[in-house]
């Protein structure tokens, strides 16, 4: 290999750690061209616990719960007065139409498991 391939595979290497650690959001995942987000269900949380949707367009969610708990096998949408059932290791989608900017909580039934929906702008 010569010096100016390793100079440009280094300059690589670099870029895409600072749009990893820096320009990427991995602890929120926002919605994006109409697919489904996936929500997975294991070990007590939600992942991703925080999702950010913009108003008036419909959101799929993908629930695939992992966790055998009785505790994982419901979700609820106070805001949206839905209730999911969640069997185990199968998914299940949700689509809603959030109208209104706010944050929504998703909870198991006891509210141990929390997520939340974050309908916005931003
Ligand atoms: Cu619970």
């Known amino acids: 290999m ?3 391939a390793v100079d440009f595979a280094a300059i690589a290497a670099i870029a895409l ?3 990893w650690f820096w320009l990427s959001h991995p602890r929120a ?3 994006g061209g109409g697919a489904p987000i996936e929500v997975l269900v294991a070990d007590g949380v939600y992942t991703p616990a925080r999702i950010e949707v913009p108003p ?5 969610l993908r629930f695939l719960r992992k ?5 994982a096998e419901k979700v609820v949408f106070d805001g949206f007065n ?3 059932d969640l069997p185990l290791d199968r998914t299940v989608d949700l689509t809603i139409v959030p109208d209104r900017p706010g944050e ?9 498991y929390r ?7 931003t």
């Open 29 to 31: 995942r926002r919605a």
């Open 82 to 84: 839905t209730v999911l």
């Open 17 to 19: 750690i600072v749009w």
């Open 104 to 112: 929504y909580e998703f909870t198991c039934q006891m509210k141990m």
């Open 56 to 60: 008036g367009k419909p959101v799929v």
């Open 67 to 71: 966790d055998p708990s009785p505790c």
């Open 115 to 121: 997520g939340t929906l974050v309908v916005g702008n």
């Open 2 to 4: 010569n010096v100016i």
